[in-house]
């Protein structure tokens, strides 16, 4: 990561949430409580579809496994340091570990964007392809599928890091949030970044609004396909499930549409839908698509159950 040599800041600070000093303690008590319970939860989530060959072997449950381990990723490129802040005045993050964080949290976010549009795909053949369920979403199209996410991940967040690596920076370097992210890190550039905050629209905005669409599309269209299929009841049923699901869904999508979809402008509530992906989603994910499920709650239990022999 060898920065222009018009550079001169070689780090930046990290503002974080920035609380009045009489609340530090209070918020550094609450999210590291997030943290704690969104890693015990994927964690958990990871070990028992891992230990459970049946669960492993299905598309949807191998699908969320990738998934937690994606949440799992999201949730720790920053929020120790985070955590770290609300304790100690050193904010500072040096040059090349702001881009790290660039990095890792466009290849983490893009890659979860074309997984869960990828689950949806599958809970839409499951549901209206029922037939050609097994040929569609076989082990290795499911294995294809997360290779896609994660190569389109990669390239997603090498196009980003791309436009920020020889950008000059020379001050100021303070970064308005408790990670590094393009919007607020290119305002800081000795130079017009227009064009290329048009680019990052190009991008990140696009990613996040095409994978969007499609998963809506996905759920319209599984949502139709049980209504003219299923009883009330299993209308309902399924109504609840789809729904909690693109519930999850907008708030890891919403914050990302609301930041990347709209260059030029900043406004004071970015900093809170930052925290919506990078540490409540990863949390919810878990308790929503897999801890609702009767079968990883079976598997669960005689996992536990195992462990107590």
Same mark, same amino acid.
């Given at each position: 990561?060898?920065?222009?040599?018009? @550079?001169?800041?070689?780090? $930046?600070?990290?503002?974080?949430?920035?609380?009045?000093?009489?609340?530090?303690?209070?918020?550094?008590?609450? #999210? &590291?409580?997030? !943290?704690?319970?969104?890693?015990?939860?994927?964690?958990?989530?990871?070990?028992?579809?891992?230990? %459970?060959?049946?669960?492993?072997?299905?598309?949807?449950?191998?699908?969320?496994?990738?998934? @937690?381990?994606?949440?799992?990723?999201?949730?720790?490129?920053?929020?120790?340091?985070?955590?770290?802040?609300?304790?100690?005045?050193?904010?500072?993050?040096? #040059?090349?570990?702001?881009?790290?964080?660039?990095?890792?949290?466009?290849?983490?976010?893009? @890659?979860?964007?074309?997984?869960?549009?990828?689950?949806?795909?599958?809970?839409?053949?499951?549901?209206?392809?029922?037939?050609?369920?097994?040929?569609?979403? %076989?082990?290795?199209?499911?294995?294809?599928?997360?290779?896609?996410?994660?190569?389109? =991940?990669?390239?997603?967040?090498?196009?980003?890091?791309?436009?920020?690596?020889?950008?000059? $920076?020379? =001050?100021?370097?303070?970064?308005?949030?408790?990670?590094?992210?393009?919007?607020?890190?290119?305002?800081?550039?000795?130079?017009? &970044?227009?064009?290329?905050?048009?680019?990052?629209?190009?991008?990140? =905005?696009?990613?996040?609004?095409?994978? #969007?669409?499609?998963?809506?599309?996905?759920?319209?269209?599984?949502?139709?396909?049980?209504?003219?299929?299923? %009883?009330?009841?299993?209308?309902?049923?399924? #109504?609840?499930?789809?729904?909690?699901?693109?519930?999850?869904?907008?708030?890891?999508?919403?914050?990302?549409?609301?930041?990347?979809?709209?260059? $030029?402008?900043?406004?004071?509530?970015?900093?809170?839908?930052?925290? $919506? !992906? &990078?540490?409540?989603?990863?949390?919810?994910?878990?308790?929503?698509?897999?801890?609702?499920?009767?079968?990883?709650?079976?598997?669960?239990?005689?996992?536990? &159950?195992?462990?107590?022999?």
């Amino acid at each position: 990561m060898e920065r222009s040599n018009s @550079s001169v800041v070689s780090e $930046f600070i990290l503002l974080g949430l920035s609380p009045p000093h009489d609340l530090q303690l209070p918020f550094f008590v609450a #999210f &590291t409580l997030l !943290y704690m319970a969104t890693v015990l939860g994927n964690l958990l989530i990871l070990l028992t579809i891992i230990s %459970s060959p049946h669960l492993l072997h299905c598309p949807m449950f191998f699908l969320l496994y990738h998934l @937690s381990f994606l949440d799992l990723c999201l949730a720790s490129f920053a929020t120790p340091r985070a955590l770290l802040g609300f304790l100690s005045h050193d904010k500072a993050i040096s #040059f090349q570990g702001c881009m790290a964080q660039i990095f890792f949290l466009h290849i983490f976010t893009g @890659s979860e964007m074309l997984l869960l549009t990828a689950m949806a795909y599958d809970r839409y053949v499951a549901i209206c392809q029922p037939l050609h369920y097994a040929s569609l979403m %076989s082990l290795r199209h499911c294995l294809g599928l997360v290779v896609v996410s994660w190569s389109g =991940g990669f390239l997603h967040a090498t196009i980003q890091l791309s436009f920020m690596i020889n950008l000059p $920076f020379c =001050g100021p370097n303070h970064v308005d949030s408790f990670f590094c992210d393009i919007p607020l890190v290119m305002k800081l550039a000795c130079t017009n &970044t227009d064009a290329l905050e048009v680019m990052m629209v190009a991008n990140s =905005g696009l990613i996040s609004l095409v994978s #969007f669409l499609a998963l809506l599309v996905s759920y319209s269209f599984i949502l139709s396909a049980v209504r003219s299929r299923s %009883s009330a009841e299993g209308t309902s049923k399924a #109504f609840s499930t789809c729904s909690s699901h693109l519930t999850v869904a907008t708030l890891f999508f919403g914050p990302c549409l609301f930041i990347y979809l709209r260059p $030029f402008i900043r406004f004071p509530t970015d900093k809170v839908l930052s925290v $919506f !992906y &990078t540490a409540v989603t990863p949390l919810l994910n878990p308790i929503i698509y897999t801890l609702r499920n009767k079968e990883v709650k079976a598997a669960m239990r005689r996992l536990w &159950t195992k462990r107590r022999v």
